[in-house]
Protein backbone atom coordinates (compact mmCIF):
# COMPACT_ATOMS: atom_id res chain seq x y z
CA UNK A 1 0.00 0.00 0.00
CA UNK A 2 1.24 3.47 -0.89
CA UNK A 3 0.51 6.04 1.35
CA UNK A 4 -1.47 8.89 0.24
CA UNK A 5 0.76 11.43 1.08
CA UNK A 6 3.40 10.21 -1.41
CA UNK A 7 1.02 11.13 -3.94
CA UNK A 8 1.01 10.02 -7.81
CA UNK A 9 2.59 6.74 -8.26
CA UNK A 10 3.08 3.75 -11.03
CA UNK A 11 0.92 2.07 -9.68
CA UNK A 12 -2.26 4.13 -9.95
CA UNK A 13 -3.48 2.53 -13.43
CA UNK A 14 -3.77 -0.91 -11.62
CA UNK A 15 -2.43 -4.01 -10.10
CA UNK A 16 -0.35 -6.49 -11.89
CA UNK A 17 0.89 -9.68 -10.66
CA UNK A 18 4.67 -10.82 -11.53
CA UNK A 19 4.68 -14.62 -12.15
CA UNK A 20 7.56 -16.45 -11.94
CA UNK A 21 7.69 -20.08 -12.09
CA UNK A 22 10.82 -22.80 -10.92
CA UNK A 23 9.62 -25.30 -13.75
CA UNK A 24 11.98 -23.69 -16.95
CA UNK A 25 9.21 -25.13 -18.99
CA UNK A 26 6.73 -22.39 -17.74
CA UNK A 27 7.53 -19.01 -18.89
CA UNK A 28 7.85 -16.04 -16.61
CA UNK A 29 4.55 -14.14 -16.61
CA UNK A 30 2.63 -10.44 -15.79
CA UNK A 31 -0.86 -10.95 -14.76
CA UNK A 32 -3.04 -7.78 -15.74
CA UNK A 33 -6.66 -7.60 -14.37
CA UNK A 34 -8.41 -4.98 -16.73
CA UNK A 35 -11.78 -3.40 -17.62
CA UNK A 36 -11.51 -4.96 -20.84
CA UNK A 37 -10.27 -8.79 -19.61
CA UNK A 38 -7.48 -10.71 -18.27
CA UNK A 39 -4.24 -10.31 -20.19
CA UNK A 40 -1.07 -12.70 -19.77
CA UNK A 41 2.13 -10.68 -20.72
CA UNK A 42 5.14 -12.90 -21.74
CA UNK A 43 7.30 -10.35 -23.67
CA UNK A 44 10.57 -9.54 -22.00
CA UNK A 45 10.32 -5.40 -22.20
CA UNK A 46 6.90 -6.10 -20.73
CA UNK A 47 8.04 -8.20 -17.97
CA UNK A 48 11.45 -5.89 -17.85
CA UNK A 49 8.56 -2.57 -17.69
CA UNK A 50 6.44 -4.64 -14.92
CA UNK A 51 9.22 -5.46 -12.61
CA UNK A 52 10.66 -1.56 -12.54
CA UNK A 53 7.69 -0.26 -12.23
CA UNK A 54 7.71 -2.74 -8.57
CA UNK A 55 10.51 -1.49 -7.87
CA UNK A 56 8.99 1.73 -8.10
CA UNK A 57 6.22 1.03 -5.62
CA UNK A 58 8.54 -0.47 -3.29
CA UNK A 59 10.88 2.62 -3.29
CA UNK A 60 7.28 5.23 -2.88
CA UNK A 61 6.31 3.00 0.02
CA UNK A 62 9.59 3.72 1.81
CA UNK A 63 11.99 1.17 0.48
CA UNK A 64 14.98 2.18 -0.56
CA UNK A 65 13.47 5.57 -0.42
CA UNK A 66 14.08 7.71 2.72
CA UNK A 67 10.87 10.37 1.73
CA UNK A 68 9.39 12.20 -1.04
CA UNK A 69 6.51 12.01 -3.54
CA UNK A 70 6.70 8.94 -6.18
CA UNK A 71 5.80 11.25 -8.99
CA UNK A 72 8.36 11.72 -11.87
CA UNK A 73 10.74 9.40 -10.48
Do not use: W
Amino acid sequence: MIPFDKGAHAGMSGSFVHMDFPDADDPELVYLDTPAGDLFLEPEPELRRCKSMFEHLQACRGRGRPSGRCAGT
